[in-house]
């Protein structure tokens, strides 16, 4: 990839000059579409983030959201999906490594991941091994840096088969009187470079990433890929944390993508400063690098901090502590961004041109066609099992058994129900995390599948008893130049925006990963949303206790486009209707009060897979369930905003729900079996060969 001559034109317009080579190549990492946002950034006014809890919003490396008037959390999310389709085990750890570094850069420390991920077809080899490689890219790397992973989704669709996406979100916790920024303070500052040494690995990976994957990316494109080193990242959080302490940080700014460049100019641009630079003073581990190889490389465990002078010496004999490299590297100026290299000047330009200069794309959007309705004719016995198995609803316990999920010991609810939970006793309450999405409806319908994305993760922290606080989104799509592909896009962060908007959740912040097309075509528009909420009081799990009846508390659809039964049993629908503003957050509101009510002893969101999928979830090993449905539309309605509540108390049930419906499911048993009766039809399923459906990953996998 060259700049365009369109970008060469202006820059040499603005500089009065050709560009260096150094120059030019800087230009083109952070004129990228990964960096500059040229295709997103004009649809992104969408989002409202503003809220009284919201401390820094969009633009910082992580959003900073306030628990109380002394406790903060940061919440941020990045996708590192290319390089996990080049090389899944380095691709996908690194992401990881990139979200923590994002966090400590806003003085926080990290206390928790989630992982989304989505691959082609689950019966496809291909897919499998990307599946087995980033899980244990994931797995190996927050594991050894001791940061849990806590909740997320994994996804198959055949729309990614030749473009998996790996998207991973961080909460950070801290103290009010530790917050940093990434805006340059004070010109005379140093700026100093902490962490591992800079080699050529990751070179030019912001430009690799706002570029279809080619059909020989696997070899071609491995040099742009990261090979991380978590021992060293988990020393650069311990050593962040002593240089927090201390008071000696003024801003920092994590070394992601376009390296040294692309921090180091965003740090000074963001405080209206310029800087001065000596690339020699670099540490570096490979010989005879070049300027631009230096200023460019996206070698990983790498922070940029500023200084004041008089802090600097104590800032180097902290690293020294922790074993790792520091340099002065340079100082925070007046002016121009400067960087010198062998004694001559590589790079002198307006840093805020450099950093927000790119010009934004007019693209031309195209929305999808609405689907008809089509439904086919299916035999219960067989939507139920196709549907439970399916691995898009079948369990994850293969994914996050390899994650340490209890590590910090903050971790009251574990993944595998409806959110995590973290305890917080710097501000008395605990956090609910969730995270996800779900292709199959943004495929179906972008703009009311992103809606239901949005609710559903509400939803999700509801029926924990949270109330939302914030949330950040991945947004990934395929060529925006391709209108249709751009209409798709446009339609997902409409319905973000709108529900979120609706559900008074603000959108803190959250990143755009565009060009996910290969030669097997674009993948399904994505939008994966990392949302924490409050959880003060009662949290009821999913288990059945046995004790109560059952009740759906939410108003169901009537159609079933985008649904885990049509994957399976053929045809097409219209996506369901979904809740408008004020019932969405009607529901969300009425759902949390009676997950925390006393009388309710579990509670269980109905999303993929609907009823059938939130039933075979809750069973136990001693609890069964005897349940009646209408009929196969009203069993495998996937319509969120509705939970499965088990009560001891149908009139308090009721009174809670006020005008929200609740309807009348069934009763719980002691005989460890899920029996169903949908109109006519019937079936009863032992709790064990229902799990043996739903551990299609463990029993393929292993």
């Known amino acids: ?119 082609g077809d689950f019966d496809r080899e291909h897919s499998r091994y990307l599946l087995d490689g980033v899980v244990e890219g994931i797995a190996d790397y927050g594991n050894a840096i001791g940061v849990p992973t806590v909740t997320g989704a994994t996804a198959f669709h055949e729309k990614y088969e030749g473009n998996p996406l790996v998207n991973v979100a961080c909460v950070g916790l801290l103290s009010a009187d530790r917050l940093v920024t990434a805006e340059a303070q004070k010109a005379g500052n140093k700026l100093v470079l902490v962490g591992s040494s800079t080699g050529r690995d990751g070179l030019g990976g912001a430009s690799f990433a706002s570029e279809d994957l080619a059909e020989d990316a696997e070899t071609e494109d491995r040099p742009a890929v990261q090979v991380g080193d978590p021992y060293t990242e988990k020393l650069l959080i311990e050593c962040n944390e002593a240089l927090i302490d201390e008071g000696l940080v003024e801003s920092a700014r994590d070394l992601g ?97 450099l950093a927000e200069g790119a010009p934004m794309n007019d693209l031309t959007a195209t929305d999808p066609e609405p689907a008809e309705r089509d439904l086919p004719d299916a035999d219960l016995a067989e939507a139920f099992e196709a549907v439970v198995a399916d691995p898009n609803t079948a369990s994850k316990r293969w994914v996050y058994r390899q994650y340490d999920h209890e590590v910090g010991l903050r971790t009251v609810r574990r993944p595998g129900d409806d959110a995590a939970l973290l305890d917080v006793p710097e501000a008395d309450t605990k956090l609910a995390f969730t995270a996800g999405s779900d292709p199959n409806w943004t495929n179906a319908a972008p703009y009311d599948g992103a809606r239901a994305v949005a609710l559903e993760n509400a939803t999700n922290l509801a029926t924990k008893g949270a109330t939302p606080l914030a949330t950040v989104d991945c947004l990934n799509g395929g060529n925006p130049e391709k209108p249709g592909v751009y209409g798709g896009f446009k339609g997902i962060v409409d319905g973000l925006a709108d529900m979120c908007r609706a559900l008074s959740v603000p959108v803190v912040g959250g990143n755009v990963s565009l060009y996910n097309d290969s030669v097997s075509g674009p993948i399904p528009p994505t939008p994966t949303l990392a949302m924490v909420g409050e959880a003060a009081g009662r949290s009821p799990g999913l288990s059945l206790t046995g004790e109560g009846d059952l009740f759906v508390v939410g108003t169901a659809g009537d159609a079933l486009g985008g649904s885990t039964f049509l994957a399976n049993a053929g045809g097409t629908d219209a996506f369901p209707a979904l809740p408008d503003a004020e019932d ?22 109905v999303s993929h897979g609907g009823l059938a999928v939130a039933l075979a979830e809750m069973v136990t090993d001693e609890v069964g369930a005897d349940v009646a449905a209408d009929d196969l539309v009203s069993f495998f309605d996937e319509t969120p905003g509705r939970v499965v509540v088990e009560t001891t108390d149908e009139d308090a049930l009721r009174d809670l729900a006020g005008d929200v419906p609740v309807i009348e499911l069934g009763t719980t048993t002691d005989d460890a079996t899920l029996s169903v009766s949908v109109g006519d039809d019937d079936l009863a399923y032992g709790v064990g060969d229902i799990a043996d459906l739903r551990d299609v990953l463990t029993r393929e996998l292993d």
Not at 4 to 15: M, Q
Not at 78 to 84: A, F, G, I, K, Y
Not at 333 to 347: L, M, P, R
Not at 584 to 605: G, K, N, P, Q, Y
């Open 1 to 119: 990839m060259t700049l365009p001559d369109a970008d060469r034109d202006l820059v040499v317009a603005e500089l009065g000059r050709d560009p260096t080579p150094a120059e030019e190549i800087l230009f083109e990492n952070l004129w990228s579409e990964h960096c500059a946002y040229r295709s997103s950034r004009p649809l992104l006014s969408a989002f409202d983030s503003d809220g009284e809890q919201v401390v820094i919003g969009p633009g910082d490396d992580a959003a900073v959201v306030a628990v109380d008037d002394d406790t903060y959390i940061t919440l941020g999310i990045e996708s590192h999906n290319h390089p996990s389709y080049v090389d899944p085990y380095d691709g996908a750890a690194t992401g990881v490594g990139g979200i923590v570094r994002d966090t400590l850069s806003m003085g926080a420390y990290p206390i928790a991941l989630a992982d989304c991920l989505y691959f």
């Open 257 to 353: 993508a376009a390296g040294l460049g692309g921090a180091s100019s965003e740090l000074v641009a963001k405080g209206g400063f310029g800087a001065r630079i000596d690339l020699n003073a670099v540490h570096q581990r490979e010989p005879d690098m070049n300027a631009f190889e230096i200023l460019l490389s996206e070698s990983q465990e790498r922070m940029c901090y500023e200084v004041a002078p008089e802090n600097v010496e104590r800032v180097q004999e902290i690293a020294d502590k922790f074993d790792l490299g520091s340099e002065v590297i340079g100082d925070v100026a007046e002016g121009n961004y400067v960087c010198t290299f062998d004694g001559e000047t590589v790079v002198d330009v307006p840093p805020e041109f």
């Open 584 to 605: 969405a957050a009607t529901a969300v509101e009425t759902i949390r009060s009676v997950a925390a009510a006393d009388s309710t002893l579990a509670a269980h969101d």
